[in-house]
């Protein structure tokens, strides 16, 4: 069994900073790419940042400047590092990843959530 959990998020005052860490674990064959998602109370779900399997990264016009996605793939974890955080940040974060599993077919897989919430 496949999961995605998340870590990291929390309060934070505007101009401050938050990592939050996505590890994979179960029975998986490979990781294709990891992506961070957000979805702000009544908006819908967001893509803020992408990690591939050959090392490529992708932004959010909102993330770029400020956040930073990276891996560790013997780990199997992606992580996001947020700076200079705005209060137009908050919102429930979310770890997606394309995984095939040693048995079964390859799909997206998410996280449950981490909120951020960006506050004075």
């Known amino acids: 069994q496949v999961q995605l959990v998340e870590s990291g998020g929390g309060l934070v005052q505007p101009g401050g900073s938050l990592r939050l860490s996505c590890a994979a674990s179960g029975t998986i064959f490979w990781i294709y790419t990891m992506a961070w998602y957000r979805q702000a109370p009544g908006k819908q779900r967001e893509l803020v940042a992408t990690?591939?399997?050959?090392?490529?990264?992708h932004y959010a016009d909102s993330a770029k400047g400020r956040f930073t996605i990276s891996r560790d793939t013997a780990k199997k974890t992606v992580y996001l590092q947020m700076n200079s955080l705005k209060p137009e940040d908050t919102a429930v974060y979310y770890c997606n990843a394309d995984i095939r599993p040693v048995a079964g077919t390859r799909k997206d897989y998410w996280g449950q959530g981490t909120p951020v919430t960006v506050s004075s």
């Open positions: 990690f591939t399997s050959d090392e490529s990264t």
